[in-house]
C-alpha cells in the first residue's frame, strides 16, 4: 500500500492497516484459525473507516485555511 499520509494519524492507520493485512496473510496458511481471520477483518474495516473519517477532517481543514 503505496500512499503518501496526510498526517501522522493517517500514516499510523496506514501501518496498522497493512500489519493486519500481513497478519490476515500469515493465518491463511495455518488450520482453524478462520475465526482470528474474520476478527481481524472486523478490526481492519473499523481501522478504514477511521481514516475515512480522518481524511475527510484534513479535508475540510485544507479547505478552510
Known amino acids: 500500500m503505496s500512499y ?3 498526517s501522522k494519524e ?3 492507520l496506514i501501518d496498522a492497516k497493512e500489519s493486519l ?3 490476515m ?3 491463511s496458511g495455518i488450520r482453524n484459525t478462520e475465526n ?3 476478527q481481524i477483518k472486523d478490526i481492519y474495516n473499523t481501522l ?3 481514516h475515512d473519517n ?3 477532517i484534513e ?3 485544507k479547505l478552510t485555511t
Open 36 to 38: 482470528f481471520q474474520l
Open 59 to 61: 479535508s475540510t481543514a
Open 4 to 6: 503518501e499520509a496526510g
Open 10 to 12: 493517517c500514516r499510523n
Open 25 to 27: 496473510e500469515s493465518l
Open 21 to 23: 493485512l500481513s497478519a
Open 48 to 50: 478504514e473507516k477511521m
Open 54 to 56: 480522518r481524511r475527510d
